[in-house]
């Protein structure tokens, strides 16, 4: 019930992969007959991933995470063209990767607006609009949100931006695989996906940058991934990632109809539990995502009880040493803080079945329950 936070490897996409960890080892860049072999493996790993999101293999770039892909286009965007200008807008939800390099970027000489979103997590086109400024030079929203699902008018955000010849980012490590990603028909000047979200291994992930955008490399050194990646590719990843990319384009259609429905059973029994709310777009969603709060409950708990009857599920809140800090993303919807700290998170994928989801369902009102009987926040918050 976790697979928004990683995905097992396909064991076809492993069967791929394991070749290239000790008998085909080569390092691209050599020119003998190991070499190339692997040069190969990668150059059609970059087609397939190219594919799935309808790019060309010469716009994709190879990275280690979505978190560098993230990186690489806030800043390698915002240093190439501070000619420009100096401003960014990135929505409020963003993942800490992109909202942290936002940050960076401040501290560095930008400047940052951060769009609100309302209490689906969607953006607002005007709004977006209002913010645009002759100085600006990149838009970074995400495709679906990591906590709550909601999958934004990214077709329609593009569509804004080329009109006002800003670049447009999109952070898809929740889509990519799962949902249809035509980056041409969506106006997307450059993409973030990864490899593990989508049951690639871990370790591999991807920029798409559209021909002619101008961007700065933020690793210097040999030269790869045509001189904005600088590092040896880390080839079984990669090729493992490509295979990945090619079982989705196959089968994604199938499981987005599966999972929507299992999804949607469990969203509809899970709200029959007095006191529990949805969080997130009832329509506009990842087909693998349910997100709930409950009244009167720590997320941290019901994550403790759920997972000693062996099921694995996340909660919006991030508990560090000192302080709870509640997700800034159910902050963002107009969750208030007691509210957002009673929340879980259910992601489903290739593997899930109705009898998980049933057993989901019997377990979790009980552990709700339980948690309410001993809970310090009753009364207190009412
Ligand atoms: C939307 C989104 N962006 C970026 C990331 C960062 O991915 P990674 O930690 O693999 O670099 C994640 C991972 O949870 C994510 O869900």
């Known amino acids: 019930m976790d697979y928004a936070a990683t995905t097992p490897v396909d064991p076809k996409v ?27 493996a990668v150059e059609d790993a970059r087609e397939y991933v190219a594919n799935l999101m309808n790019a060309k293999p010469n716009e994709i770039i190879f990275t280690g995470s ?81 906590e709550i699902g909601t999958i934004e008018p990214i077709k329609e955000i593009g569509k804004i931006c080329r009109e006002n010849e800003i670049y447009f980012h999109t952070d898809a490590a929740q889509t990519y ?33 559209r ?24 080839v079984p990843a990669i090729v493992g990632f490509g295979e990945a990319a090619k079982i989705c384009k196959k089968e994604m259609k199938k499981e987005e109809k599966k999972l929507t429905k299992l999804r949607d059973r469990l969203i509809k029994n899970v709200l029959k539990i007095e006191n529990s709310h949805l969080n997130g777009h009832p329509k506009k969603r990842l087909p693998n995502n349910a997100n709930f709060w409950f009244a009167f409950i720590e997320g941290e708990s019901l994550i403790m009880q759920l997972d000693m009857k062996g099921i694995a599920a996340s909660t919006g809140s991030a508990c560090s040493t000192e302080s709870l800090e509640p997700s800034h993303v159910l902050l963002a919807i107009g969750l208030k803080p007691w509210e957002a700290h009673g929340s879980l998170r259910l992601s489903l994928g290739r593997w899930s079945t109705k009898e998980e989801v049933d057993y989901v369902l019997e377990v979790l009102p009980e552990a709700v329950e339980n948690l309410r009987k001993i809970s310090p926040f009753k009364g207190r918050w009412k």
Not at 25 to 37: C, D, K, Q, Y
Not at 89 to 101: F, R, T
Not at 134 to 146: Q, R
Request: glycine share 8%.
């Open 14 to 40: 492993l069967k791929v992969m394991l070749p290239y960890f000790s008998k085909k080892f080569g390092n691209t860049m050599s020119l003998h007959s190991f070499g190339r072999e692997v040069k190969i």
């Open 66 to 146: 979505a978190t560098e892909s993230n990186n690489f286009a806030l800043k390698g965007i915002a240093f190439a063209n501070k000619d420009k200008g100096k401003h960014i807008i990135v929505s409020k939800i963003e993942h800490h990767c992109v909202l942290e390099s936002a940050h960076w970027l401040e501290k560095n000489g930008f400047e940052v607006t951060y769009l609100p979103v309302d209490k689906y997590g969607l953006i607002d086109l005007a709004q977006l609009e209002n913010a645009i400024r002759k100085d600006t030079i990149l838009v970074s929203i995400m495709h679906a949100n990591n």
């Open 177 to 209: 695989g799962k949902i249809s990603i035509d980056v041409k028909k969506m106006n997307i000047d450059l993409l973030t996906a990864s490899s593990h979200k989508m049951y690639g291994p871990k370790g591999a992930a991807c920029l798409f940058i």
């Open 211 to 234: 021909e002619g955008v101008k961007i700065e490399p933020l690793l210097h050194g040999g030269g790869h991934e045509f001189g904005l990646r600088s590092s040896t590719l880390n």
